[in-house]
């Protein structure tokens, strides 16, 4: 089956750095996407891996453990306007995303 | 440019009815998927079009769902008749490569 993990809510201060985990378990593994998304509105991408390592993109970075079933998003310099659901997102062979619960960020001043 | 709109942005309808969401994707993107959040639960993709051609409709709920894409451009979802549980968000996406997805800002559909 599918199942997709990562921690509910995380709280952090300005300019600090955040680390939000993710493990799945899906079949037709493509590759691990990650979107914010603020108060319900429409998800917006920050990262994508498709291979094992670090993918960096400003402040956000983003790895990937194919092994392990593993990644993570990097958040680094922390602004307020972070504050955010982010999600992990696999993607199979038709590119289709599947969403979790996601991580409620919440950045504190 | 312009990125992915939606049409209507807010629809209130009572069950039974019919509702049509619009979806526009962004110029050139053959790519064009449908997912939906109903209340409390996660956004789930519902189908995944290349240019005019389905090319999954696995996460389609049932037959009341129909969706097209006339010509490759823009999409409609219909949902006939609308039961309560369809209730909830739904977004269009749309992409020209295989990673990233450019979201539409959604339809929040209230079926009463």
């Known amino acids: 089956g599918q199942s997709l993990e990562q921690p509910s809510e995380v709280t952090a201060v300005e300019g600090a750095i955040v680390q939000i985990n993710c493990t799945y378990q899906t079949s037709g593994f493509y590759g691990l996407s990650w979107y914010q998304q603020h108060d319900g509105g429409a998800p917006t991408f920050l990262s994508y891996n498709a291979l094992d390592g670090l993918e960096e993109t400003g402040r956000f970075s983003s790895f990937l453990s194919r092994s392990d079933s593993y990644g993570y998003l990097l958040l680094q310099e922390l602004q307020m306007k972070d504050s955010a659901s982010y999600f992990c997102a696999p993607s199979g062979s038709a590119r289709q995303l599947t969403f979790g619960s996601g991580t409620q960020l919440t950045v504190l001043p | ?112």
Request: aromatic share 10%; net charge neutral; hydrophobic share 30%.
């Open chain 2, 1 to 112: 440019e312009a990125g992915v709109t939606q049409f209507p942005s807010h629809s209130v309808i009572e069950k039974g009815q019919t509702v049509t969401l619009r979806c526009d994707p962004i110029s050139g993107h053959d790519n064009l998927y449908w997912y939906r959040r109903v209340m409390g639960k996660e956004i789930k993709f519902l189908l995944h079009f290349v240019k005019e051609s389905k090319q999954d409709e696995s996460g389609m709920p049932n037959n009341r769902f129909l969706a097209e894409r006339t010509g490759g451009t823009y999409s409609t979802l219909k949902v006939q008749p609308a039961e309560l549980e369809d209730s909830g968000v739904y977004f269009c996406a749309s992409s020209q490569g295989t990673t990233e997805q450019f979201f539409g800002p959604g339809t929040r559909l209230t079926v009463l």
